[in-house]
C-alpha cells in the first residue's frame, strides 16, 4: 500500500518487501514503522481453513529467541554478497549487527552468501533469526539443497526455510505434487531442522500463487512484493 500511504508515512523504502505470514499472520520489517501504519493495513486478513482472523504485527511470536538491541525485527538480505570474501563479509555483518539487525537473509542463489555467512554467524548463532530458501521444486532436490545449506551456514537448524521464487502455477503444482519439495519441508520441520516454512513470490502473480500456496500448504510465511507500480495495477491488488 505504498503509493497510498506515501503522503501519510515517511520512509516506506523500508516497506519494499513486507512479509506476510500465512500461519502466524505477521509482517516481517521495521516495527517501529509499522506500528504506524493506519489500521487498514494492520488489519490484513487471511483465510484460514474457512475463517478469516486478523493479522497482528510480527514483534515477537517468530523472533522470541532475538534479543532486540535496538527494538523491532531488522532483516539483512544479503543478495549482494555474490563475490564477497570472507573479510568484506566479516566487515558488513559487523557493521549491520553493531547498528540492530537480527534476522539474516540469505539463499544458495546469492553468490558466495551462505560460504560467508556461515563462518560469522557459527559463534553468534543465538543472536540471529536466520531465514533461508531454496529454488529446488523436486523433493529429493530440495533435501539435498537443504543439507547443503545447513553445512555451509554451520548450522544445526534454519528458523525459517522458504520456497524461492515461485512465480507459475506450474511451479506451485510441482512442489505440492507427489514427489515435490513440499515433502522435504515437512520433513525438515518434523526433524526440527527448520523451525518455520514459507514461499517467496515475485512479479504480476504474486499475491494469486501466495493465496494458493497457503491453501495447499501449512506455511507460516509468505513474502510478495509491493511497491507503487504493482499496487497501481487492480489486478495486482
Known amino acids: 500500500h505504498r503509493q497510498h500511504l506515501a503522503p501519510q508515512i515517511h520512509g516506506l523504502e523500508a516497506l519494499a518487501d513486507l512479509h506476510l505470514a500465512a500461519r502466524g499472520a505477521f509482517l516481517i520489517g521495521d516495527i517501529g514503522l509499522l506500528e504506524r501504519l493506519p489500521g487498514e ?15 497482528p504485527i510480527l514483534s515477537h511470536a517468530l523472533h522470541e529467541q532475538i534479543r532486540y538491541p535496538i527494538g523491532g525485527v531488522h532483516v539483512m538480505g544479503t543478495a549482494a554478497f555474490w563475490n564477497i570474501d570472507q573479510e568484506g563479509a566479516n566487515n558488513a555483518l559487523d557493521l549491520v549487527a553493531a547498528h540492530g539487525v537480527n534476522h539474516i537473509d540469505v539463499a544458495p542463489q546469492y553468490g ?28 529429493d532436490a530440495a533435501w539435498g539443497d537443504l543439507q547443503n545449506s545447513l553445512k555451509l551456514l554451520r548450522t544445526a537448524v534454519i528458523d525459517l526455510y522458504q520456497f ?6 506450474d511451479e506451485l503444482d510441482a512442489i505440492t ?11 525438515a520441520r518434523n526433524e526440527g531442522l527448520v523451525r518455520y516454512l514459507g514461499i517467496t513470490s515475485h512479479g504480476m502473480h504474486a499475491p494469486k500463487i501466495a493465496l494458493e500456496a497457503v491453501a495447499r500448504m501449512d506455511l507460516d510465511t509468505v513474502m510478495v512484493p509491493i511497491n507503487p507500480r504493482l499496487y497501481a495495477d487492480a489486478d495486482y491488488r
Open 164 to 169: 524461492h521464487a515461485v512465480t507459475t502455477m
Open 41 to 55: 493495513v494492520v488489519q490484513i486478513r487471511r483465510l484460514v481453513g474457512r475463517e478469516q482472523r486478523p493479522l
Open 112 to 139: 558466495n552468501a551462505q560460504s560467508v555467512v556461515g563462518p560469522w554467524l557459527e559463534s553468534r548463532r543465538d543472536q540471529f533469526f536466520l531465514g533461508c530458501k531454496t529454488l529446488e521444486r523436486a523433493r
Open 177 to 187: 505434487g507427489d514427489g515435490g519439495a513440499f515433502e522435504t519441508f515437512q520433513r
